[in-house]
């Protein structure tokens, strides 16, 4: 079969613990290819993972899973992906929270298949969960290379809303408003 340069890596999450986890699957230009295998590991006392959402380059692809053990899990994408840019989103892993306090965990990306081809595609993502606050960007962008710290920066704008005094805006220096909606 073809050979592809099987450059794919996870995203980082950071967010609130009561909403869905989305965690983006990248590529660097893989192009057009048909069917991918991956294999993830996480940690089953924190996180519980509830399936796939399909991106611009998986739009022609139906996604299975099966969980193989508590916290490793075997997705398929059957179809043709298309991920043709230097960075392409090629589908997200949804999680949801076991736990109802701040905490940090990782989800790995342990093996990916393509076609019959088989790549040790290990990639680590840190999935920072916290109370509440949730990030409305924008958001750090990262290469696989390289690791991007940082933060909100200074805090110069701080609002309710007016219709629901649960819901905080904060306005940061460094990566965009945030929204807390306790």
Do not use: C, H
Not at 51 to 57: K, S
């Amino acid at each position: 079969g073809p050979s592809y340069n099987a450059s794919i890596w996870l995203g980082d999450f950071s967010g609130s613990y009561l909403k869905p986890i989305y965690m983006p699957v990248y590529s660097s230009k893989l192009g057009t290819f048909e069917n991918m295998t991956q294999v993830f590991s996480y940690d089953p006392a924190i996180l519980s993972f509830n399936g796939t959402v399909d991106d611009i380059a998986s739009a022609n692809v139906s996604f299975s899973y099966s969980i193989i053990v508590p916290g490793i899990v075997s997705v398929r994408g059957t179809g043709i992906f298309n991920a043709m840019y230097p960075e392409t989103t090629l589908y997200y892993l949804v999680f949801s929270s076991y736990v109802t306090y701040q905490t940090i965990t990782n989800v790995s990306l342990d093996q990916t298949s393509i076609g019959n081809s088989e790549y040790p595609t290990v990639s680590q993502a840190t999935v920072k969960l916290v109370r509440g606050w949730t990030n409305l960007g924008p958001s750090n962008i990262s290469a696989p290379s390289e690791i991007v710290t940082g933060g909100a920066g200074t805090v110069p704008a701080i609002a309710f809303s007016p219709y629901n005094l649960s819901t905080i805006y904060v306005g940061s220096g460094r990566g965009g408003p945030w929204l807390s909606s306790q």
